[in-house]
């Protein structure tokens, strides 16, 4: 075991479907140890002494969400393995579905069997059918071989492992709206408090969810242990993660890196810089939700604490890379666009500040905005800020706000211009919808 051995990626010998070539690798060995010699509590432990961070955005310590339900009051649980992927520039998910469903069966495995959850399930995105189809394969191996199924590994015991069908939104992957289309209903944000579903969750009664890249790293870390886990990444955010790295690169795709590492090195290393002998003018280190950065922010270590402290966030790490022949207006309107158009529309903030931040931004970029237009956008983002049932409206009003505060003078052209200066317009990622 060595301090630059990957964390979470398991070299695989064969096919991702083929049980075998997991089994050689140590694969179902971490679920056997829990199922035969190990104490929920005891894997709790683990995972809290790891210091594991929640993958799916919001890098809560998985550990302290496992406690949280084990030791709820009340005994009927769930277990919810998220897997709806569905925002512009992350893809580590659907990677990990398609080469990795065993560890991740092993891991939701592990997550149900720990909190004693009546029922397990894994929410995929509706899109991903080649993935789905390889997760369904990887399920009936392991029940041929008795790891899930009646009377797991001869205990006595029954664990059966779902797949549900995504509705197909961005929203739908908020933990609340995935429960409520996993009821039946439209698949719109619970209103909270209740804040959590570890508290109220499927059927109102306490689950866990967890993120696909979070659960696929559970096997190794009981396997090898919660030490070799933090010998990489940072104190606060030990291990590694998978970027999604997209945009303006030579080589775009998903990388492992430890936690902590620059940001340059992501971009140039991994992706191979930018096309063309062009450069970098802004990245969206962690989606389109939070704050951009720009060229000379490209040391910023790559973890939760850091980018926060740096006034932008990690997310699940979708790394979207902006050249300088890019129009940053258009750029910003093509994720108001997303917003806009995948707002569940439950809540009057949202429905009507994406729409208005949309509107707006098209008139800027078409050349038709005003001085006015840019004080109204600046107090619609302040008035929509944190006010959703979700962060949608909240991400929506950041991204406008940080490409304003760090591109003002490109508003400014076009509104001195009454037109796009950039021609033909080009955004980083796609056409301008
Ligand atoms: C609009 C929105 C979309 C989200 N989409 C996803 C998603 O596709 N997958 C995911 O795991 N988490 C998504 N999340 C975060 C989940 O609500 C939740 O925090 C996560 O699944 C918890 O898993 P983790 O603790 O393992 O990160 C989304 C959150 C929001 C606000």
Request: hydrophobic residues 35%.
């Amino acid at each position: 075991m060595t301090a630059s051995e990957p964390r979470l990626l398991e070299k695989l010998d064969g096919s991702p479907t083929d049980i075998e070539a997991y089994i050689k690798v140590g694969g179902y060995e971490a679920w056997r140890n829990c199922v035969t010699s190990m104490q929920p509590d005891d894997i709790v432990g683990e995972l809290k002494k790891s210091g594991l961070r929640g993958r799916g955005g919001a890098g809560f310590p998985t550990g302290i969400k496992w406690d949280k339900v084990l030791n709820h009051r009340v005994k009927e649980r769930y277990f919810v393995c998220n897997a709806g992927e569905h925002e512009p520039g992350t893809f580590k998910d659907r990677y990990l579905l398609k080469h990795y469903p065993h560890q991740l069966l092993e891991g939701c495995l592990i997550a149900a069997y720990t909190v004693r959850a009546k029922a397990a399930f894994i929410y995929a995105n509706h899109e991903y059918e080649e993935e789905r189809k390889n997760l369904k394969q990887a399920i009936e191996q392991a029940r041929a071989k008795g790891l899930l199924g009646k009377n797991v590994l001869g205990t006595g015991r029954d664990l059966e492992i779902e797949i549900f069908e995504g509705h197909g939104s961005y929203v739908a992957g908020e933990e609340t709206a995935m429960l409520e289309s996993m009821q039946g209903r439209p698949a719109m944000p619970r209103q909270k408090p209740p804040f959590y579903p570890t508290d109220f969750g499927l059927y109102g009664k306490p689950t866990l969810v967890n993120n696909v890249e979070t659960l696929c790293n559970i096997p190794r870390i009981l396997r090898k242990g919660a030490d070799w886990f933090t010998q990489v990444g940072t104190e606060k955010s030990p291990g590694t993660m998978l970027f999604s790295l997209s945009g303006a690169v030579n080589k775009p795709g998903v990388y492992e890196m430890p936690l902590g590492t620059p940001l340059r090195k992501l971009i140039e290393e991994f992706g191979g810089g930018v096309p063309g002998g062009r450069k970098v003018k802004a990245v969206f280190p962690g989606g389109p939700a939070f704050s951009m950065v720009t060229a000379d922010q490209l040391d910023l270590p790559m973890d939760f604490d850091a980018l926060k402290k740096a006034g932008t966030g990690l997310g699940s790490a979708g790394v979207i890379v902006v050249d300088d022949a890019t129009c940053m207006v258009a750029q910003t309107l093509k994720f108001s666009n997303f917003f806009k158009n995948e707002s569940c529309g439950q809540c009057p903030p949202c429905r009507m500040g994406t729409l208005n931040l949309a509107a707006l931004m098209t008139k800027i970029e078409e050349g038709e905005g005003t001085q006015k237009d840019m004080d109204t956008l600046l107090q619609l983002c302040g008035f929509v800020k944190g006010t959703g049932y979700c962060t949608l409206v909240t991400g929506a009003a950041v991204l406008v706000q940080s490409a304003v505060r760090l591109f003002r003078p490109e508003f400014e052209a076009h509104i001195a211009q009454k037109r796009c200066p950039f021609q033909p317009v080009r955004t980083a990622v796609g056409a301008v919808s």
